[in-house]
Every structure is written in C-alpha cells, then in structure tokens.
C-alpha cells in the first residue's frame, strides 16, 4: 500500500511538471515528418515516416527518464524529505519500488500516447493499419523500464548530473557493446579484449529490445522474442532495483 501511494505521488509530480506536453512535440514532429518527407520519399514514406516516430519516440521518453530518475531519489535526500519518509517507517525497498512504479507510469503514458500518435499517422499515410508497430511500442517501453531502474540506482549513487551522464554511457554502450567486442577482438590488446568481453556479458545488451528495424521492414516479431525480451529486461531492472535498496539501505536514515 505504501508503495503504491508513492508510486502515485511520484506518478502526480511528472504530471505537474507538465511532462506530457512530450506527447504534443511529438505529436507534431511525426504529423510534420510523415507528410513533408512524402514528395522526396521515393515510394518510402511509410517506412520513413515509422523510423523517425519510433527513434523520436525511444529518445524522447529516454531524455524524460533519466532527467527525472537521476535525480527522484538525489533530491529527496538533498531537501532531507527522505528521513520523514523513511521513518513512518517505510522500507527502503517500499521508496526505491514506489519511485521506480511512479516513473514506470509516467513513461508509460507517454509511450501510450506517442504510439497511438503514430499508428495513426502511419495509418493516415499508408492507408492501413500496421499492428507490427505494437510489439516495437512495448519493446521500446520495456527498455525504458530497465533504463528507470538504472537511472534510481545512479540517483542513490551520485548527483544527477553525473548520474545522467552515467547512464547516457552506459545507454550508449548498450547498444554497441556486440561492435565494441568485435573491434576488441580483432584490434585490441589482450587486456581490452577482455575488458570488452566482461562489459559485453555484464552490462545490459539494449539491442535485445530494439526490433525497429525488423517491424519497419516488415519483418514479424515472435511472441516468444518478446517475452525473451520482457523477462531479459526485467531481470536487469530488479538487479538496478536492488543495488539501489542496497545503497540507500547503507545510508542509514532513521
């Protein structure tokens, strides 16, 4: 119950912050891109028009993300609010779970939204529905699950600043740790070589739950990818979670 309340203060507060004026700017940046691209697109305007709404969308939910979660539990501890909430008492897993739910809700809606913006415009130029968009939509939500997850553990850990930088890092290597062990390998020394290769086992591979490619080519996503795909990222985000009711834990606010 204390998590959930939490969960929806959190979940209020990005809503006061008038963070879903997102959904808007995105809004008018796949109407604006699916239309003006159309004369020059040579036969590709539906395509087109899907990557640019799906990368505007993963980027976008990130930036919201991270700026929020690098700083949802540094600010609580900043402002001292974290010694009344952890006396009454709540559990540190109960605060980290509820920031980490609140966050979830947010993105969540905003990704529901974006995403109806863009099976709709998608349908508007191509004139059909595409029900493939639906699985990239969820996959690209489930990665900003595990990137929340990642983002409470850097606010427990440093300032936001730092903590965005950190996480931007790791987004990045995310995506590129399966090139990086391959340059590695063939150019590296020894020591990166297996430096790599602990980054490339340990860290979360992002590209698991990018199937932009495939959807806007057309090619169908398995239900069981999917579920590979959920259960990989929610194994990830309830390591961050802990490791975050670890450090928060070892803080020791009575």
Known sequence: MKTIVMAQNTF?????????????????????????????????????????????????????????????????????????????????????????????????????????????VSGIVSHQFHPALVSAIFLIWMELILLIALSILMSTLCSPVLGAVFTLILYIVGHTSADLKELAVRFGTPAVE??????????????????????IHGVEVDVSYILFACAYALLYALVFLTLATLVLDRKEFK
């Open 194 to 215: 297996v430096a790599s290769k602990v980054m490339y086992y340990t860290l979360p591979n992002l590209e698991y739950l990018n199937v932009r490619s495939k959807v």
């Open 12 to 120: 209020r507060e990005g809503a006061r912050d008038r963070i879903f004026l997102a959904i808007l700017i995105f809004g008018v940046v796949v109407l604006v891109s699916g239309f003006v691209i159309g004369p020059i697109s040579l036969g590709e305007q539906t395509r087109i028009t899907q990557d640019i709404g799906l990368a505007s969308m993963s980027a976008l939910c990130f930036l919201i993300a991270v700026l929020i979660g690098t700083g949802i539990v540094f600010k609580e501890i900043e402002r001292k609010t974290v010694y009344t909430v952890l006396s009454k008492p709540v559990r540190g897993w109960e605060f980290i779970l509820g920031k980490f739910l609140g966050l979830a809700m947010i993105v969540g809606a905003l990704t529901l939204g974006m995403g109806v913006i863009l099976i709709a």
